[in-house]
């Protein structure tokens, strides 16, 4: 799960981050008001989206006086700021981040994420921030620290302290040491699966404070954090993610347009990769899990056309806890009540799958039903052609 900006460094400052004076705000008149409460005599007027790239797309503003700060805010909420990370759909700002502006005498780079391929948190530190740290990391990954996270053991102190020194702070060195230590706690503590601090800035007295920040939650892990899941901003999400997760399932949006409806991660997995193989791209997946409904199943059919740029969908159960006869009830009762236009590829094996595809049969709906998952594929990629 994603939160905003003001959200992450309200969380790192509990664990001792250090971050600038601000307030969230979401109309023009509370900007000022935040505004009046900051030391000034500069201001930073921010738009508070879950995307990052925000100052390329004009979301990042610096006033130099309330007037200014009335105005920035007038001219942001209701925008809809586009960035390398919104696509070119954008998104609508709703709310800003007014904070007070900084002396800058230096920006740095820090992120904890998740390296998969070790199967551990990584520490990472570059003494270039804020630029885009991936652009870095293929081009000169020489200028990337890091430092491995044991889980049995946590970020130790000389690990901060290589980091520290290594970005060449001198005497800022020991309060970034600090700095960093009270990030891997906040990382830890909270389930995170990314922290980023983009940029890190050293003051011109030597403070050390994070300028801008990111953190996401592993959604597993959320039922420990109440307080964090209250933070979530369904305005900010796929509204139909936020449909699908009210019936418990996973929709995911893509952007192709094969429609996928399956059961279980591994079996979505594979099934894009056919459909790939076949020459199509999905639009989306849909997994229904192990145990749903009838009811479930409706809904997620449901739910799946609903999204405009499916041209054709393609049904992949393999029945084991889950039933072939609810699923094919499910489909059937959805196609019903949403006269489908678009034409409907259903492959089906395992627990109660005779029973299914009579189901299927006896509907008088125009479904097509294929022999494994490389003939559904194939089908399914050459009717979105002819319907595309």
Known sequence: MKIHEYQAKAILKRFGVAVPKGEVCFAPKEAVAVAA???????????????????????VKVARSLSDVE?????????????????????????LLVEEGLDIRKELYLGIVLDRSRGVPVFMACAEGGVDIEETAREAPEKILRAVIRPEVGFRPFQARQLAFG?????????????????AR?????????????????????????LDAKMTFDDNALYRHPEIRELRDQDEEE???????????NYI?????????????????????????????????????????????????????????????????????????VVAQ?????????GVKAPVVVRLEGTNVEEGRKILRDSGLNFTVADGMQDAARKVVALAKETA
Do not use: W
């Open 71 to 95: 105005a920035l805010a007038r001219q942001i909420i209701g925008m809809t700021l586009i960035t390398p990370q919104t696509g070119p759909e954008g998104r609508k700002v709703r709310r």
């Open 37 to 59: 409460r900051l030391p000034g005599p500069s201001y930073v007027v921010k738009a508070q989206i879950h995307a990052g790239g925000r100052g390329k797309g004009g979301g």
């Open 167 to 183: 970005l060449e702070l001198g005497e800022s060195a020991d309060k970034a040491l600090k700095l960093m230590l009270a990030l």
């Open 239 to 249: 509204p139909l993610e936020v449909e699908a997760s009210r019936f418990g399932l």
């Open 186 to 210: 906040a990382f830890e503590e909270t389930d995170a699966s990314l922290v980023e601090i983009n940029p890190l800035v050293v003051t011109g007295a030597g403070e050390v404070m994070a």
């Open 330 to 338: 499910g489909v059937v009762a959805a196609a019903t009540s949403t």
């Open 253 to 325: 949006k893509l952007q192709g347009n094969v429609g996928c409806m399956v059961n279980g991660a591994g079996l979505a997995m594979a099934t894009m990769d056919m459909i790939q193989l076949a020459g199509g791209a999905p639009a989306n997946f849909l997994d229904v899990g192990g145990g749903a409904s009838t009811e479930q199943v409706s809904n997620a059919f449901r739910i799946l056309l609903s999204d405009p740029s499916v041209r054709a969908v393609l049904i992949n159960i393999f029945g084991g806890i889950m039933r072939c006869d």
